[in-house]
DNA sequence: TCCTCATTTCAATGATTATTGAATTGTAGG
DNA sequence: CCTACAATTCAATAATCATTGAAATGAGGA
């Protein structure tokens, strides 16, 4: 990923609207949510929601698609993928010490509120 | 880590100046440089340097320590970490497909620049 | 103490960014 | 074709952020 945009992408997340929006979407799923239901949900104005879903769209952090009437938006799992990878490059650049830790935070392999946390 | 928290680490990194300064120091390592020298790096003028210097810290992205007549900057590498495991928490909750690429894509185990790539 | 160097603080200016409400585009159904 | 609805675009305003240069702080050395 670009330095450029990953900068686009931490300017995306640095605002609280935004960021409520991908939280939001990522909990979705694929599935993803119409604008509309996006507006409702994080309370703010439709002319307002569809500004920042534009930010987003632009960031690489969502994407849209038409159904019927409605605009889906959906979080683009391979953009903020790419934007941790950016980061853990960064960071782990000769400090492999900084990512393991990070990765047990993340709680990302024990699988939440299940019985068993690795095979 | 708290939202609030993280989006004034997104924030802090998505200019460029301090984007640039984050990784020159995390290129540094714990050794850190001086205000003085990462202001002539970056090429940006001291009060410049100092007005993001003082952003950095308080976003926890860097940490300050006096040494003689300077002050020295170095990365805050438990303040990347959290972000790191803030920004997986959010994307890899119930999506741990996308962790796995994001590790491999930040080639965090192979040694960079070695000639082995694993043990 | 006096002088110098390193950095920060301050006030002012310019540049981005967020929010609002009205007007517009595009889709579907009667 | 006309109406209703979903979402976006637009222009204006308010708010936040970045940059600059001058002045202040603080640490050492002569």
Redesign the pocket.
């Known amino acids: 990923m670009e330095e450029r945009q990953a900068r686009t992408a931490f300017?995306?997340l640095?605002?609280?609207?935004?960021l409520r929006i991908v939280r939001l979407l990522v909990q979705a799923g694929p599935e993803g949510?119409?604008?509309?239901?996006?507006?409702e949900a994080v309370e703010?104005?439709?002319?307002?929601?569809?500004?920042?879903?534009?930010?987003l769209?632009h960031a690489g952090m969502i994407v849209?698609r038409?159904?019927?009437?409605?605009?889906?938006?959906s979080a683009d799992f391979t953009g903020l993928r790419d934007l941790i990878a950016f980061l853990m490059k960064d960071c782990c650049a000769g400090h492999p010490e900084i990512c393991a830790p990070a990765l047990a935070a993340a709680q990302c392999k024990p699988s939440t509120g299940k019985k068993k946390a690795r095979a």
């Open positions: 300017a995306a640095s605002q609280e609207t935004r949510m119409a604008a509309g239901a996006i507006a703010v104005s439709p002319s307002n929601v569809s500004f920042h879903l534009k930010d769209e849209p038409r159904e019927a009437r409605s605009i889906i938006y």
